[in-house]
């Protein structure tokens, strides 16, 4: 099956720092998404992106489906980014509902 | 407000006692899943549904059973023959058909085996 993997594992940024996160993944794909998991343990959709780029807010991601990666950029980072981050992809030939997830990196960002 | 529910957030059981954990989404959406966390790891599926009594097993379904009676409403029991239950289960829930299929997510139940 495919296999996501994403680095790197943790990250320690200091307040106002900017960070890239990297989600590669060894197959063809037809949904990619990544997800912030707060310290409290609730998953938050950040981006629904299975080609392309979008941007919301300080967050932005793009994903290169021919090169086999999504990236996570995170601008002016604040403590409330803190938390873990994980890319989470589908199948192409397969149900498109079935996600297969990767560790995640998990981000402390200090005051 | 639209979301997903997740009761109880804690629980305790004793080995060998059967639990339920209860997810209820007034979403609207076709497809619910169970997932199952443990510490420094990421989501591993147990059960996905795509609709109203049908369910398919996910990576690790042993010792896990499922029930989808209704849309609204897709429990999860875990059996006193899972053999290590102590973990963080998580419910999700996705509209059906297309491509973008946003899943979106209840608190979680944490659940300790004593």
């Known amino acids: 099956g495919i296999q996501v993997e994403q680095s790197p594992p943790d990250l320690i940024l200091q307040e106002g720092a900017n960070s890239t996160l990297r989600c590669n993944f060894s197959?063809?794909?037809?949904?990619l998404q990544w997800f912030h998991q707060n310290p409290w343990g609730q998953l938050i959709n950040l981006f629904y992106i299975p080609s392309g780029t979008k941007q919301n807010g300080r967050l932005s991601a793009t994903t290169v489906a021919t090169e086999r990666y999504s990236l996570l950029y995170i601008s002016s980072s604040q403590t409330t980014d803190s938390g873990v981050y994980f890319c989470a992809v589908g199948e192409r030939d397969g149900n498109n509902r079935k996600l297969i997830w990767g560790l995640g990196t998990s981000l402390a960002v200090n005051p | 407000d639209g979301g997903i529910t997740q009761s109880p957030k804690y629980l305790f059981r004793k080995e060998g006692q059967n639990v339920t954990l209860s997810c209820e989404q007034n979403l609207n959406h076709d497809a619910m899943y169970w997932y199952r966390q443990d510490p420094g790891q990421g989501l591993r599926l147990i059960y996905y549904s795509q609709i109203v009594n049908d369910f398919q097993k996910g990576d690790i379904a042993e010792g896990y059973s499922v029930s989808r009676e209704k849309k609204e409403s897709f429990p999860l029991t875990v059996t006193s023959a899972q053999k290590n239950p102590t973990a963080f289960y998580l419910c999700?829930?996705?509209?059906?058909?297309?491509?973008?299929?946003?899943?979106?997510f209840g608190p979680g139940t944490r659940l300790t085996v004593l």
């Open positions: 999700a829930s996705s509209t059906r058909g297309g491509s973008t299929d946003t899943q979106y």
């Open positions: 197959d063809s794909v037809n949904n």
